[in-house]
């Protein structure tokens, strides 16, 4: 079992910066492939960016490359730049093993999610 918790979130402006982080406790957090993921209202959760245990892999959705960064190291990050209005959703942070997937419904654990606004 792994527990999740994200923060971070918060009001920006278009063109901004936001830094999504994720804590986790239970079991080893280093052993879990992660991902993040987001929901804006009346849509569906969608893939932002994953990482595998060691970091040494990640995924993008096309969306996001180029603006956000996924990392790790005792904790799991999203560093997102130049924001957009359509970045506007709950962030979540999700973890499976062993390694990372871009389909939600392949992650075990979750966390209850930031908010994230961005202003035009």
């Known amino acids: 079992q792994v527990q999740l918790v994200e923060s971070g979130g918060g009001l920006v402006q278009a063109g901004g910066s936001l830094r999504l982080s994720c804590a986790a406790s239970?079991?080893?957090?280093?052993?879990?492939?992660m991902g993040w993921f987001r929901q804006a209202p009346g849509k569906d959760r969608e893939f932002v960016a994953a990482i595998s245990w060691r970091g040494s892999t990640t995924y993008y959705a096309d969306s996001v490359k180029g603006r956000f960064t996924i990392s790790r190291d005792n904790a799991l990050y999203l560093q997102m730049n130049s924001l957009k209005p359509e970045d506007t959703a709950v962030y979540y942070c999700?973890?499976?093993?062993?390694?990372?997937?871009?389909?939600?419904?392949?992650?075990?654990?979750w966390g209850k999610g930031t908010q994230v606004t961005v202003s035009s």
């Open positions: 239970g079991r080893p957090f280093s052993t879990y492939a």
């Open positions: 999700a973890a499976r093993f062993p390694g990372p997937s871009t389909d939600w419904d392949e992650y075990g654990y």
